[in-house]
């Protein structure tokens, strides 16, 4: 408990309340809000403009970059800097080359920054949509999923961890299978990045978007979009700008321009210098204060923890299994409306969110939380009769 308790002290909305949605957005750390307010105080006294600011900005992308890379197992020359998990979803949808009539295989549990991409493509491209069951078991999913396949299609999405059910999908498998019949793979890491230790290299995954907001702790309006160097060749820049060129002279007035080598070519903005400071020094906290053997240790562990007290109730019916289980917990109550439920928590501070879809609750653990917030949830669940 030592360690959690001196982590708990640089993160000072889970002092103010039991914080179980990082699943929503993570907690912001002290030493990142610092160092963004340092960062907008140069600006207010200095301008955000000359050679200084852009090399500042570059320097913190660049920072944000290694840390992605160390964390994921993959090249720095691999990331693209987004958004959030949306950008980087739709830089995947609308940079593969789609066809009317080729097919894009989704499951029905999707978050709506997934399906909406993919039904655009339907919309204006003609694409073909095929839905395939979420819930189902590893093996059946990927059974599904392989009954879908045709020679036409060219694209499965699937999530690394479900944000409705919670469960944890074998999207290394996927990707092998959609591999075996001539289709790639974009995988909605938003609820996987940061919550469990993931060899992202050691995959044949070719698209990978995630956001830093969540389990990486990072600002706002920050995220990466991974981009397999096998895969790269198929995937077009939608959007170009200034950073998509491979230097600041590799275009002429006839139309002809030259992108970056790597995945730096999917980037079109230099934005939110704040933003990317803030995200750098979030992520060399985790490394170097919390750990990150020990941030997914936590995670799981205090998930495990949650689950075996909820099996314990007939009036809970658990939506995320056990042994797929990684930071996030979703569950029905029998005799509660879930809005209701989420209304009575948040009134005793205790923060957690609604899957309507789905009429659930989910809590997402994590490594800074306590075993005494998961008792206090847990009564209450209790109470919930």
């Known amino acids: 408990m030592a360690h959690v308790d001196n982590l708990r002290r640089h993160f000072p909305a889970v002092r103010q309340m039991a914080y179980l949605n990082t699943g929503t957005c993570g907690p ?13 105080g140069r600006q207010l006294e200095n301008g955000r403009t000359g050679v200084g600011y852009y090399t500042q900005l570059k320097e913190a992308k660049q920072k944000v970059r290694e840390q992605l890379a160390m964390l994921l197992s993959v090249k720095e020359s691999s990331l693209a800097l987004t958004e959030n998990t949306t950008h980087g979803l739709n830089i995947v949808l609308w940079g593969l080359p789609l066809n009317p009539g080729d097919e894009v295989i989704v499951t029905d549990t999707e978050h709506q920054g997934a399906l909406l991409p993919v039904f655009a493509q339907k919309q204006r491209r003609g694409a073909v949509i095929k839905l395939v069951d979420g819930t189902l078991a590893p093996d059946l999913l990927l ?10 299609t060219r694209l499965v999405v699937v999530s690394h961890v479900s944000f409705e059910t ?19 793979i974009a995988v909605d890491g938003a609820q996987g990045a940061g919550a469990e230790a993931f060899n992202l290299g050691s995959t044949s995954i070719d698209f990978y978007a995630f956001p830093g907001q969540k389990w990486l702790c990072g600002p706002d309006g920050t995220g990466a ?5 096998q895969a790269m060749p198929i995937l077009d820049p939608t959007y170009l700008g200034f950073p998509s060129l491979a230097d600041a002279e590799a275009y002429n007035f006839s139309g002809s321009y030259l ?9 079109h903005a230099f934005t939110a210098l704040v ?9 060399e906290f985790m490394r170097v204060s919390v750990g990150w053997d020990y941030a997914f240790t936590r995670i799981h562990g205090l998930s495990g923890e949650l689950i075996n007290a909820l099996l314990n109730f007939d009036h809970v019916r658990l939506l995320t299994p056990r042994d ?16 209701e439920f989420v209304r009575e928590a948040q009134a005793r501070s205790i923060d957690i969110r609604v899957i309507a879809h789905r009429s659930a609750v ?10 005494d917030e998961i008792a206090r949830f847990v009564q209450l669940v209790e109470n919930a009769k």
């Not at 979009?225 to 160097?229: G, N, Q, S, T």
């Not at 990684?326 to 509660?336: A, N, Y």
């Not at 989910?362 to 075993?371: K, Q």
Request: glycine residues 6%; hydrophobic residues 35%.
């Open 28 to 40: 912001l750390p002290d030493v990142a809000a610092e160092a963004m307010q340092q960062s907008l």
């Open 143 to 152: 059974s599904a999923i392989e009954q879908e396949m045709t020679p036409r």
């Open 166 to 184: 919670g469960a944890r999908l074998p999207i290394e498998r996927i990707a092998d299978l959609a591999h075996a019949h001539g289709a790639s």
């Open 225 to 229: 979009l991974y981009v397999r160097p």
């Open 259 to 267: 992108s970056r080598p790597d995945a730096g070519r999917y980037e």
């Open 275 to 283: 933003n990317w400071i803030g995200f750098a020094r979030s992520l």
């Open 324 to 339: 797929q289980r990684v930071g996030l917990v979703s569950f029905q109550l029998r005799h509660q409306d879930p809005k």
């Open 362 to 371: 989910r809590v997402s653990t994590g490594f800074y939380n306590t075993e």
